[in-house]
């Protein structure tokens, strides 16, 4: 009982740090769209690729080894600090030479002196590896609710006060940077970690004997996801790839609220469970039907509402991005039904299966970047669509096989919710199609949209709705409570 009651403290406080720091970002870069030009996120993007690969190798899986291992102290935490150190100079070197031939592939001269400023985010990368692992190991999520809160701000004030002044694509990159460092600096004062001066090789052997398929399995994922990025950047124009940055970052910031909020909170649990398949089963169901409750049907609204949201929010400048957004809302709904069991094989020290979905997930993807190719741009998300509906069904298998995760029990995990959110769905859509795109409006189409959700979980006696609404109620108690005092 004391377990479960820690869980759902700290998936509240999770939730809210994560949607209320994810509103602020949202806020941010909705203005930021309405001041700078595609061009500028498109290059944003074609830098943060290499960023975010950069940063694989920095982490190396070993931020999940440290959360993994039952024993893991501070000569585990220091010898992973230290091996981050090594590898993130190294890496930041290379890119620092590596930016002229970067720049001279996609024909962008900004993108040298850019990716080299940007990529000393890379340097703070050690610091953040330890910092998220203790507060994955030790459920310190209130603590990262600060953390966030002043990164976030921090980047709001720099990127639109640059954005007014002028500054382009600097605003972003000067932005992104100020944001990494400021959160960092705040982890730094109210987590207690000070480094030492100890490093075990045998130490990290063998937590590198966990790390490595995690590592691989993380480059297979970024790769996949960075294909669309290279690919479109290169053979369409810097442009065209700031419309699907942006179609791509509204239902991300969505999606990902709850989903790193689900999986930093259970994955602990996950491990310490790890030798019991039966607790696993129940934790992978209870987290499925959580997650897809929340994420389907706000996928699905935000598909139904994609030309008002671009056109309202970005202006008709962004028009473009409106049919890819639609399409990417559907994935995510249906990426959704994944991410728990990812975190199950991770916690569970099988990270083999985590490398075969990403392997899997890679070829698949590249598969409809090739079809998209000869048939045409738009027909890239359609098939992209068509490959994470596979890659569902293909982890579906693997839960059988693995956790004896009955077909029957997964399907009753997520269709219920998707039953929910479907009839709402359709009538977001004829409302969207029928009436005039303005702010008025849109938000009629959303109050009607959750008013049919909400009305179809009372009548069907959700257990998800009824989960919700009670801790929902006892988040406003407590902080009711707080403000008294």
């Given at each position: 009982?004391?377990?479960?009651?820690?869980?759902?403290?700290?998936?509240?406080?999770k939730?809210?740090?994560?949607?209320?720091?994810?509103?602020?970002?949202l806020?941010?870069?909705i203005?930021l769209?309405?001041?700078?030009l595609?061009?500028?996120f498109?290059?944003?993007?074609?830098?943060?690729i290499?960023?975010?690969?950069?940063?694989?190798f920095?982490?190396s899986?070993?931020?999940i080894?440290?959360?993994?291992?039952?024993?893991?102290?501070?000569i585990?935490?220091?010898?992973v600090f230290?091996?981050s150190?090594?590898?993130?100079?190294?890496?930041?070197?290379?890119l620092?030479?590596?930016?002229?031939t970067?720049?001279?592939?996609?024909?962008?001269?900004?993108?040298?002196?850019?990716?080299?400023?940007?990529?000393i985010?890379?340097?703070?990368?050690?610091?953040?590896?330890?910092?998220?692992?203790?507060?994955?190991?030790?459920?310190?999520?209130?603590?990262?609710?600060?953390?966030t809160?002043?990164?976030?701000?921090?980047?709001?004030?720099?990127?639109?006060?640059?954005?007014?002044?002028?500054?382009?694509?600097?605003?972003?990159?000067i932005a992104?940077?100020?944001?990494?460092?400021?959160?960092?600096?705040?982890?730094?004062?109210?987590?207690?970690?000070?480094?030492?001066?100890?490093?075990?090789?045998s130490?990290?052997?063998?937590?590198?004997?966990?790390?490595?398929?995690?590592?691989?399995?993380?480059?297979?994922?970024?790769?996949?996801d960075?294909?669309?990025?290279?690919?479109i950047?290169?053979?369409?124009?810097?442009?065209?790839?700031?419309?699907?940055?942006?179609a791509?970052?509204?239902?991300?910031i969505?999606?990902?609220?709850?989903?790193?909020?689900i999986?930093a909170?259970?994955f602990?649990?996950?491990?310490?469970?790890?030798?019991?398949?039966?607790?696993?089963?129940?934790?992978?169901?209870?987290?499925?039907?959580?997650?897809?409750?929340?994420?389907v049907p706000?996928?699905?609204?935000?598909?139904?509402?994609?030309?008002?949201?671009?056109?309202?929010l970005?202006?008709?400048?962004?028009?473009?991005a409106?049919?890819?957004?639609?399409?990417?809302?559907?994935?995510y709904?249906?990426?959704?039904i994944?991410t728990?069991s990812?975190?199950?094989?991770a916690?569970?020290?099988?990270?083999?299966?985590?490398?075969?979905?990403e392997?899997?997930?890679?070829?698949?993807?590249?598969?409809?970047?090739?079809?998209?190719?000869f048939?045409?741009?738009?027909?890239?998300f359609?098939?992209r669509?068509i490959?994470?509906f596979?890659?569902?069904?293909?982890?579906?298998f693997?839960?059988?096989?693995?956790?004896?995760?009955?077909?029957?029990?997964?399907?009753?995990?997520?269709?219920?919710?998707?039953?929910l959110?479907?009839?709402?769905?359709l009538?977001?859509?004829?409302?969207?199609?029928t009436?005039?795109?303005n702010?008025?409006?849109?938000?009629f189409?959303?109050?009607?949209?959750?008013?049919?959700?909400?009305?179809l979980?009372v009548?069907?006696?959700?257990?998800?709705?009824k989960?919700f609404?009670h801790?929902?109620?006892?988040?406003?108690?407590?902080?009711?409570?707080?403000?008294?005092?």
């Amino acid at each position: 009982m004391k377990e479960r009651k820690q869980i759902y403290n700290s998936l509240s406080w999770k939730l809210i740090e994560r949607f209320s720091t994810q509103e602020v970002q949202l806020v941010i870069q909705i203005i930021l769209a309405r001041l700078l030009l595609p061009n500028d996120f498109g290059i944003l993007a074609i830098l943060l690729i290499f960023l975010n690969f950069s940063n694989i190798f920095i982490q190396s899986g070993l931020n999940i080894a440290l959360v993994q291992k039952k024993d893991s102290d501070e000569i585990d935490f220091s010898s992973v600090f230290w091996t981050s150190c090594i590898i993130s100079s190294i890496l930041y070197l290379f890119l620092y030479f590596f930016a002229p031939t970067v720049g001279d592939f996609y024909r962008i001269p900004e993108i040298v002196s850019s990716i080299r400023v940007i990529g000393i985010s890379l340097l703070i990368g050690p610091l953040n590896t330890i910092y998220n692992a203790l507060i994955m190991k030790k459920m310190l999520f209130k603590k990262q609710f600060l953390s966030t809160v002043v990164g976030n701000v921090g980047y709001g004030v720099i990127g639109i006060t640059m954005a007014l002044l002028n500054f382009g694509l600097w605003a972003l990159v000067i932005a992104h940077l100020s944001s990494i460092i400021l959160s960092t600096i705040t982890l730094m004062f109210i987590i207690k970690w000070k480094v030492s001066l100890v490093y075990s090789i045998s130490r990290m052997r063998q937590m590198f004997s966990f790390s490595w398929k995690m590592l691989l399995s993380s480059i297979l994922f970024v790769s996949s996801d960075s294909l669309y990025g290279l690919f479109i950047g290169k053979y369409y124009s810097s442009e065209t790839l700031g419309f699907y940055n942006r179609a791509n970052k509204f239902p991300l910031i969505a999606s990902s609220s709850f989903n790193s909020a689900i999986s930093a909170v259970i994955f602990p649990v996950l491990t310490s469970k790890q030798d019991n398949t039966s607790a696993i089963r129940k934790i992978l169901y209870d987290a499925t039907r959580k997650s897809t409750f929340i994420i389907v049907p706000l996928m699905l609204g935000m598909s139904a509402l994609s030309e008002p949201i671009i056109r309202i929010l970005l202006t008709d400048k962004w028009i473009l991005a409106i049919p890819i957004m639609q399409i990417i809302c559907i994935e995510y709904s249906i990426s959704s039904i994944h991410t728990t069991s990812i975190q199950a094989y991770a916690a569970t020290g099988k990270s083999s299966l985590v490398l075969h979905v990403e392997i899997t997930r890679l070829v698949l993807f590249g598969l409809s970047l090739l079809a998209g190719f000869f048939l045409g741009f738009y027909y890239i998300f359609y098939f992209r669509l068509i490959s994470v509906f596979l890659l569902a069904i293909y982890i579906i298998f693997i839960n059988i096989k693995t956790f004896d995760y009955e077909l029957s029990q997964q399907i009753k995990s997520v269709f219920p919710n998707f039953f929910l959110s479907i009839p709402m769905y359709l009538i977001a859509m004829i409302l969207t199609n029928t009436l005039d795109i303005n702010i008025i409006n849109t938000i009629f189409i959303v109050a009607v949209s959750i008013i049919v959700y909400v009305a179809l979980a009372v009548i069907s006696k959700n257990d998800d709705f009824k989960f919700f609404y009670h801790h929902f109620i006892k988040i406003l108690k407590s902080i009711r409570t707080q403000i008294r005092r």
